[in-house]
């Protein structure tokens, strides 16, 4: 066979399958449009932190071996309360794995510079990180293994994404909470997806994107999108919606009562 009509070698994947994967929590917001109270993370769903809800939620995968908490400015000693205090999966047949290692760092003042505390906390051997808000504790672990199933395939960045219900309108912003703003454009509603978390990244790519890009992005991806890299979605899921306002307490709690029942207790 001549070299011309050899098959080209196989790129190796970003992240080889047994590539440890460690989730960055950012729990450090206070959570404003939820209203008056303690920091969102730290509010109770059915008597439980929702940040608990989180932790077991990522815990949950059997491939997330490190959980790093970004907890509140000066709420970490009551975050390693809290985690010592509520049974965490780990070593539990069909769980995570044999052990899931915790660490809680305080955050800061934007959602990304949170991000980046954590960040800063992450051993070198990890080579797929998630990052997931505190915000969404009620993610299926199908999905977050989804993701990391996606990275491990060899995409550099991977978000949960899904169709969006409503049409969604480009305005001129007004400004002023309440005064009309006039409607600029109506993006194509197929083309649009409504992203959500965990978004998962190869090491490298996560860390390029957070020592780099200054601009104000929402996401993690947005920061990857702005290296001019891939960023691909797997299907994400209607439960892992951001509690941000108090009707989705409601729904999350709405959520909770629905597993209980169809778990039998
Ligand atoms: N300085 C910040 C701001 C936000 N977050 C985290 O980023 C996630 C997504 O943010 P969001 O839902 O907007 O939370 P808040 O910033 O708390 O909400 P709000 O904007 O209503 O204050 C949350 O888990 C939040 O704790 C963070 O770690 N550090
Ligand atoms: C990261 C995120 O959850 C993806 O939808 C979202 O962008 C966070 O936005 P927030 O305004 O900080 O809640």
Redesign the pocket.
């Known amino acids: 066979m001549s070299d011309e009509s050899r098959p080209a070698p196989a790129q190796p994947p970003l992240a080889p399958a047994k590539t440890p994967v460690a989730a960055v929590i950012p729990a450090a ?1 206070r959570g404003v449009r939820l209203g008056p109270g303690a920091p969102k993370a730290l509010r109770a769903l059915n008597g439980t932190p929702m940040l608990i809800h989180a932790v077991r939620a990522l815990a949950a995968s059997r491939h997330v071996s490190l959980v790093i908490v970004v907890a509140p400015p000066d709420g970490s000693a009551e975050v390693k309360s809290l985690l010592d205090a509520h049974a965490l999966p780990g070593g539990t047949p069909g769980g995570g794995p044999a052990s899931t290692d915790f660490v809680v760092v305080p955050g800061g003042d934007s ?1 990304q510079e949170s991000v980046r505390l954590g960040l800063a906390a992450l051993p070198p051997q990890y080579g797929v990180v998630l ?1 997931h ?1 505190a ?2 504790p009620l993610v299926p672990v199908d999905t977050v293994d989804a993701v990391i199933e996606a990275v491990r395939d060899g995409a550099p960045a991977v ?1 949960p994404a899904l169709p969006l219900a409503d049409t969604v309108k480009e305005v001129e912003p007004a400004g002023e909470p309440g005064a009309p703003e006039p409607v600029v454009a109506t993006p194509e509603r197929a083309r649009l997806r ?4 965990p ?1 998962g990244f190869d090491r490298a790519t996560l860390l390029r994107a957070h020592e780099t890009v200054t601009d104000d992005v ?5 920061m990857v999108e702005k290296l001019g890299l891939p960023v691909v979605t797997v299907p994400g899921h209607e439960e892992a919606f ?1 509690v ?1 306002r108090p009707l989705d307490l409601v729904l999350a709690e709405a959520v909770l009562a629905r597993r209980r029942l169809n778990d039998g207790f």
Do not use: E, I, L, Y
Not at 194 to 197: M, W
Not at 218 to 222: C, E, I, K, P, R
């Open positions: 917001g959602r990052v808000d915000a969404r978000v409504a992203v959500q978390t978004q929402t996401d993690d991806a947005g951001k941000t």
